[in-house]
C-alpha cells in the first residue's frame, strides 16, 4: 500500500512558478513509477509528466515540455513538480499517482493516488 499526499497548490499570476510535492508513505516507494495528473473543471483528467523508479527516465505532456519538470528523491519518499511559465490553462487540480509498472501518460497504469491539490493561474 502507498498512500499519496500532495502539497504545493495555490494562487500565481501567470507566468509565476510554484512546486509541487507529493509525499508517499510506504517501504517501496522507491519501487514505483511516479505521475502526475490534472483535472481542470469539466474537463477530463490529463496526464501532465511521469518519472521511473529510478529517476533515469521522464515523460512529459506537450503542452507542459520546457516548463515543468518531474523529479523524485527517494531518501525523502517525495515526487517534485516545478512549474515554471505558468499560464491560465494550467489551472486545475493536480494529482500525483504510483504505479508499478514504467511511467505512463495514462492513468490506468497507477495503482495509487492523491486527494490532489488546487493550482489557479491568474491571467
Known amino acids: 500500500q502507498v498512500q499519496l499526499v500532495e502539497s504545493g497548490g495555490g494562487l500565481v499570476q501567470a507566468g509565476g512558478s510554484l512546486r509541487l510535492s507529493c509525499a508517499a508513505s510506504?517501504?517501496?516507494?522507491?519501487?514505483?513509477?511516479m505521475g502526475w495528473f490534472r483535472q481542470a473543471p469539466v474537463k477530463e483528467r490529463e496526464f501532465v509528466a511521469a518519472?521511473?523508479?529510478?529517476?533515469?527516465?521522464?515523460s512529459y505532456a506537450d503542452s507542459v515540455k520546457g516548463r515543468f519538470t518531474i523529479s523524485r528523491g527517494n531518501a525523502k519518499n517525495t515526487v517534485y513538480l516545478q512549474m515554471s511559465s505558468l499560464k491560465p490553462e494550467d489551472t486545475a487540480v493536480y494529482y500525483c499517482?504510483?504505479?508499478?509498472?514504467?511511467?505512463?501518460?495514462?492513468?490506468?497504469?497507477?495503482?495509487?493516488w492523491g486527494q490532489g491539490t488546487q493550482v489557479t493561474v491568474s491571467s
Open positions: 499517482a504510483a504505479g508499478s509498472g514504467w511511467p505512463s501518460p495514462s492513468g490506468e497504469s497507477y495503482d495509487y
Open positions: 510506504g517501504r517501496t516507494f522507491s519501487r514505483y513509477a
Open positions: 518519472i521511473s523508479w529510478s529517476g533515469g527516465s521522464t
